[in-house]
């Protein structure tokens, strides 16, 4: 992959960030959320562990990316932008 499409992913998976946290909060409240300011409410912990094993936790960013390029593997000439959470999920 190089690093024009890993760009591309990267923008995406906050786009559908955003999306899926405005379905957790108030109507008030996600219009305050966008794509610049979506870090200032994510929790600080990134990952857990879980039998000695450490995970990503879900719909953060870097797992929907990972989510993004299976899809992307299994169909691959599907447009990134393409991609809705729907699909993710």
Not at 59 to 86: F, Q
């Amino acid at each position: 992959m190089n690093g024009r499409k890993a760009k591309r992913i990267r923008a995406h998976s906050s786009t559908i960030f955003v999306e899926w946290f405005k379905t957790l909060v108030t109507e008030e409240e996600g219009q305050k959320i966008n794509t610049k300011n979506y870090t200032n409410y994510m929790p600080e912990q990134t990952h857990f562990m879980a039998h000695r094993t450490m995970h990503r936790n879900a719909y953060h960013p870097k797992w929907i990316g990972n989510k993004i390029l299976r899809v992307l593997k299994a169909n691959p000439k599907r447009e990134i932008e393409s991609i809705t959470l729907g699909e993710i999920n």
